[in-house]
């Protein structure tokens, strides 16, 4: 199977980055260098064991920093080292998550 890859341009902080997205990248198979810094919104709700609408509600209403889970094309994408603050922020609203529920 080829690998297609599409170039899709982002605005962050005002300036425009070239990101290069393969057609597997998007899947859970993480190949592209450039993506292995982001997870999509389903990969970090996996992580924490909560559905993903939580994780969508907390970037929708502001409640955490959307400089970190910029949108590219269609998919809003979260900064791998921005998910313990996520993290916190669901214990902070009282929403269990895996860590929570087991003691950690």
Known sequence: MK?????ITMAQ???VVP???GA???SNAVEDPYMQKYMTIGQVADRLDVPPRIISDLI??????ITHC???GTRR???RDYVPAIRATLRRLRRPTRQ????G
């Open 19 to 21: 990101l290069t997205l």
């Open 77 to 79: 994408l979260i900064e």
């Open 70 to 72: 910029p949108m590219v």
């Open 24 to 26: 597997v990248a998007m």
């Open 13 to 15: 902080h005002g300036a």
């Open 60 to 65: 929708y209403r502001r409640r955490v920093d």
């Open 3 to 7: 690998k297609v890859s599409t170039i």
């Open 100 to 103: 929570t529920a087991v003691g």
